[in-house]
């Protein structure tokens, strides 16, 4: 069965340009021909300062063709596109002009590129004021679906560190509030609860990055009132495949996942390698968009969320958003041709 | 994991350098003072040399890591606190018990304390200038963590060899906790301060086993 497609076709991507420079594909000549304009391009395209793109790489500015892929969450219906953007690290600059500026580019080509999930906590520092910061100077508040989380062990505390982050946002409500790493998500369900009643959310969910926690959170999907988990998944943490998922899907929940690139590991350990030739049957011109189409087209996955603080890798990752999703078949000769390296 | 990268952490360290001026060159004169004081003044000025380690252990306690750092990490609260409790042992133990005696007499001990403290003092701002964008980029002593506190060892280490341990401990923790930072930070100028904790460590369990029964 081939891959899913969408109708108008594929668009001409970007050779893999992370982490250490050009990897040359196989079979992608005519493609490095088409692409002819450098990340500079891109930047200029969008009114970002040259020096805020890597100079170090050529990435076509070639528009994407095709409708971005999204994902319904089962509950509601509600579609979001399947790659969002989270902000651990990434966000957290503090108060330097510049370094906000810098991830102001970056959250513009991820809005100009299609995509609308952000996922940001308290425990990330300065990041919801970057976020904050950068909608501001964007404007393009209204296309956001908002993704934060409470994280206190003080069922009294949640309100106003709620109440705090939509301030730093700029919003009045957020679409997912989640209950960061289970920390006293028995204290904060109810205030969850009366704060979605109250317009102030309008999905509540939980999160964790432990896989330690998994069984904790199969308890709470089971038994508690919630639409949407967030939790680790990638080629090499598969764990959440036997229960996570399935379970996940059978109660409709919205599944966001973090980590997709095991916090840059996969590149490091998998990067070196040429990506397989036939990746290009899923419009995959680099390894981020093969970690990422590997993950959201499970079909219980309803977005993934990496976080980067540069723009030529949020263009890289935006490619994952278009062109061909892998079926069974093709998962799994991706997962076999990782687990040959 | 920390929550933040380098370059968000020398970036805030612009930006405090920036708004305390002219702060950093005060922290500098008075470091440069207090290692003076230590390696060449007749009388014995301890007092003077532990309000300066004192002053800098409460400012970077209450200015960097309340009032800049919190926005960074969100456990700078408890540095914070840490930081200024090291600052008021200072005052007790060395100014208002005068339980501490500061000078250079002859020996490894205390020549490796005077190293230390120049290290801390004056060639890491140095390097970290020279390594970043200018000197907003420098962690001086009495106002940036890891420099007071190296700072501070290397003084203590002059206390007559004995340096009091409940003064040594925080320092020391402090230099772990940079240590644990480097790493995933890739700060290389900031290995050298576990290795100076661990040699303080054995520096002070050595004086314990000194100590008269």
């Known amino acids: 069965m081939p891959p899913n497609r969408p109708p108008n076709g594929p668009p001409d991507l970007p050779p893999d340009l992370r982490p250490d420079g050009p990897v040359d594909l196989p079979g992608t000549s005519r493609r490095a021909f088409v692409a002819a304009a450098s990340a500079a391009s891109v930047a200029a395209a969008l009114g970002i300062p040259a020096s805020h793109a890597s100079t170090s790489l050529s990435a076509p500015d070639l528009p994407a063709t095709g409708a971005a892929i999204r994902r319904a969450i089962p509950n509601s219906g509600e579609e979001v596109p399947v790659i969002g953007m989270g902000s651990w690290i990434t966000f957290n600059v503090g108060d330097s002009s510049r370094l906000r500026d810098a991830r102001a580019d970056v959250l513009k080509v991820f809005l100009e590129r299609g995509s609308r999930v952000i996922d940001s906590s308290p425990m990330y520092g300065s990041s919801e004021d970057v976020i904050g910061y950068c909608l501001d100077k964007i404007g393009r508040r209204n296309e956001l679906f908002g993704a934060t989380k409470v994280w206190t062990p003080l069922d009294g505390h949640g309100v106003s560190q709620m109440a705090e982050s939509r301030k730093l946002w700029g919003v009045e409500a957020f679409d997912l509030m989640q209950i960061h790493n289970l920390v006293n998500w028995e204290g904060h369900l109810d205030t969850l609860a ?18 330690s926690r998994h069984g904790e959170m199969e308890r709470v999907i089971a038994d508690q009132r919630i639409e949407a988990v967030q939790f680790t998944y990638n080629m090499i943490d598969r764990a959440a495949e036997r229960r996570l998922l399935p379970m996940a899907a059978e109660r409709g929940h919205a599944v966001v996942i973090n980590r997709p ?6 590149f490091r350990r998998f990067a070196k390698h040429p990506l397989p030739a036939w990746s290009a049957e899923i419009d995959c011109t680099g390894w981020a968009q093969f970690f990422l189409k590997f993950v959201v087209s499970h079909p219980a996955v309803t977005c993934a969320i990496p976080a980067t603080s540069r723009v030529d890798h949020m263009v890289e990752n935006m490619g994952a958003l278009y062109g061909g999703l892998p079926d069974a078949a093709l998962r799994a000769r991706m997962s076999k041709y990782v687990e040959s390296l | 994991m920390l929550p933040y990268t380098a370059e968000a952490l020398f970036a805030l360290f612009d930006e405090y350098n920036r708004a305390i001026r002219p702060v950093p060159a005060i922290a500098l004169f008075f470091s440069a003072a207090a290692l003076t004081l ?19 252990w409460l400012w970077t306690g209450a200015v960097y890591h309340l009032a800049f750092f919190t926005g960074l990490n969100f456990a700078a609260p408890v540095y914070g606190a840490v930081f200024i409790l090291q600052g008021l042992l200072l005052v007790w133990t060395g100014i208002i018990r005068r339980r501490i005696s500061i000078r250079v007499d002859p020996g490894i001990t205390v020549w490796t304390g005077v190293g230390i403290a120049v290290i801390y003092a004056a060639i890491l701002p140095i390097f970290d200038w020279q390594t970043g964008a200018g000197w907003t980029d420098a962690r001086f002593a009495l106002i940036a963590p890891g420099a007071t506190a190296g700072t501070t060892i290397g003084l203590l280490m002059l206390s007559d060899g004995r340096p009091p341990l409940h003064l040594v401990a925080i320092p020391i923790l402090w230099t772990f906790v940079t240590g644990l930072h480097a790493w995933p930070l890739d700060i290389p100028q900031d290995y050298l301060l576990p290795v100076i904790g661990i040699a ?14």
Do not use: C, N
């Open chain 1, 194 to 211: 009366a704060d979605k009643a109250a317009g102030r959310m309008r999905y509540i969910g939980i999160t964790t990055s432990h896989g």
């Open chain 1, 261 to 266: 690139f095991r916090r840059g590991e996969l």
């Open chain 2, 38 to 56: 230590a390696v060449r003044a007749r009388m014995d000025r301890s007092r003077i040399i532990l309000a300066i380690l004192a002053a800098g």
């Open chain 2, 200 to 213: 303080a460590v054995f520096q002070a369990l050595k004086s314990i086993r000194r100590r008269p029964t």
